[in-house]
């Protein structure tokens, strides 16, 4: 575990498969720990009895869903927390004792923000830390990419021309709000995390929002060029 602000440790770094990393982010709270995400490390889930364990853990999607979930309840006792949407992939392993569908306020300072589009029940949480920062755990709605920007997790051989425009408006919703650092669940660089400059999130989320859209962009155009040459030459004065 490494302290990467005043009372958040990120696990040791993790690959389940050749070009993708992922962190687990333990809050220390007085009230309670709180683990973001999820890591198959079983010594830094040791290390955390020093930290004070994890009163709850929250999973932003399903993708984080592993056999460590039931040894970290078994060792500290952990509620787990996680959208109703995704509810049977979670019981693969274990059942939130928490289910959230909406946003709402969780633990007096935990903001639940659903963000569907990389999955059905993707989720982010806004944190107001204790010292004085606002703090955004992405899961992996927004990843950290590899020349250290940031993308919107659309996945082109699972997610569907659907999915891109609910992710799209799950961005435009992010982008409303103020966080002072972001942590990613899945990334692909050097980091999952990143302290932000004054004014920097907007201009950052609109970047993903560009790189989303101008891909669909290229596809929806493809399938309007494909839907109107099937069209009779003699209905095409009609434009769509
Ligand atoms: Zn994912």
Redesign the pocket.
């Given at each position: 575990m490494q302290r990467v602000q005043p009372d958040v440790w990120e696990t040791e770094v993790e690959s389940p498969f050749p070009g993708l990393t992922v962190h687990a982010y333990l809050l220390v709270r007085e009230t309670g720990n709180v683990l973001f995400y999820n890591t198959g490390h079983r010594h830094e889930i040791e290390r955390m009895t020093e930290l004070g364990g994890v009163a709850y853990q929250y999973l932003s999607?399903r993708?984080e869903v592993g056999k460590t979930l039931t040894l970290i309840h078994e060792r500290f006792g952990a509620r787990l927390a996680g959208h109703i949407a995704e509810r049977d992939d979670f019981a693969r392993v274990r059942t939130p004792e928490i289910l959230f569908d909406k946003r709402e306020r969780h633990l007096g300072a935990i903001e639940v923000i659903p963000t569907p589009g990389?999955?059905p029940g993707s989720t982010c949480f806004l944190v107001d830390s204790a010292h004085g920062k606002l703090y955004l755990f992405t899961?992996?709605t927004l990843y950290r990419d590899e020349d250290g920007g940031w993308s919107a997790?659309f996945i082109p051989r699972l997610n569907t021309v659907e999915d891109r425009e609910t992710l799209a408006e799950s961005l435009r919703l992010l982008k409303t709000l103020e966080p002072d650092v972001i942590f990613s669940?899945?990334f692909s660089g050097e980091s999952g995390f990143q302290e932000l400059a004054p004014g920097e999130w907007p201009v950052l989320v609109d970047r993903a929002l560009a790189e989303l859209l101008g891909r669909g962009g290229a596809i929806l155009a493809a399938r309007l060029q494909a839907y109107r040459s099937a069209i009779p030459r003699r209905l095409r004065r009609f434009r769509f």
């Open positions: 999607h993708d990389h999955s899961g992996d997790g669940s899945a």
